[in-house]
């Protein structure tokens, strides 16, 4: 299965770190750190992060959220399809079936609790860094190969198959390039 890449947690997990401001969860980033991609699970890494921050949270509810999101793409993506049809399903489906968007004021958008993926689900706003991250998690879970990629001071998302390679924009959309 696809796995995400490291710069890409290791980014969230800054945000994550700024926002949280706990000893404990500096301690556990580093071990998550050490481990090999493979080993890695981001939503659970993710979710650590935001119980950290929030002790109350309630973790199942945004791990059942991830989960609708990745079995209703799945149901509606064909295997026909070409790869841009089945990205836009999975766009499709976060934006509009689940209602995942920005924030509507840009202050908003550089908040660090947007970028926090029990932020996204739960309140269906999110940063860039919050829509790359669901729609990483998500593409995991299909096994579709997506990676963070930084281009200035913005995260976007790259779909290379070894044989199909284009750019997807979480924040409109998930218009494919």
């Not at 994550?16 to 706990?22: D, F, K, P």
């Not at 481990?35 to 119980?51: A, H, N, T, Y």
């Not at 799945?74 to 995942?100: E, M, V």
């Amino acid at each position: 299965m696809h796995k995400t890449s490291t710069v890409a947690i290791l980014l969230v997990m800054s945000v994550c770190l700024a926002h949280a401001q706990q000893p404990e969860t500096l301690s556990a980033m580093k071990q998550y750190a050490r481990l090999s991609e493979d080993r890695i699970d981001l939503l659970e890494v993710l979710l650590q992060v935001s119980q950290m921050v929030n002790p109350k949270l309630n973790t199942d509810s945004c791990r059942s959220v991830v989960s609708k999101i990745a079995e209703t793409a799945k149901y509606r993506s064909t295997t026909n399809a070409s790869p841009r049809d089945n990205i836009r399903t999975l766009a499709s489906t976060i934006h509009n079936t689940f209602g995942i968007t920005i924030p509507h004021r840009p202050s908003s958008q550089i908040s660090p609790e947007y970028g926090m993926i029990h932020f996204a689900v739960i309140n269906k706003k999110a940063n860039c860094l919050g829509l790359v991250t669901l729609y990483l998690i998500v593409s995991e879970r299909l096994g579709v190969p997506l990676r963070a990629e930084t281009v200035s001071t913005h995260i976007t998302l790259k779909y290379d198959d070894g044989r199909t390679l284009f750019f997807v924009e979480p924040t409109t959309g998930g218009d494919c390039s």
